[in-house]
């Protein structure tokens, strides 16, 4: 694989590993409230809202600091790799 190509694959899987932990927090927790909602026959909209919200939060503020390595960890080799990039080109 050329230097561009390597970058933009190692880019989608910091991507892919910073998104996909939030999302499955905020699907596991639409899913837990929208089952309770259904064996309580409430269906207040409004519920489902601030639960996810706080606890998304939360999520983020504790992985945030291992979020933030990766980021620096790609930015310092995407500056690394860039010279390869432009001489490819």
Do not use: N, Y
């Not at 970058?7 to 596991?28: G, I, Q, W």
């Amino acid at each position: 694989m050329d230097a561009f190509a390597l970058m933009l694959h190692e880019t989608l899987t910091v991507t892919a590993l910073l998104s996909l932990p939030v999302l499955a927090v905020a699907t596991l927790i639409g899913t837990t409230i929208a089952l309770l909602q259904a064996v309580t026959q409430v269906q207040e909209q409004t519920l489902i809202v601030l639960p996810k919200f706080c606890l998304v939060g939360i999520f983020i503020a504790l992985g945030g600091h291992w979020g933030m390595l990766q980021l620096c960890q790609l930015l310092r080799h995407g500056v690394h790799v860039m010279p390869l990039i432009v001489r490819s080109q």
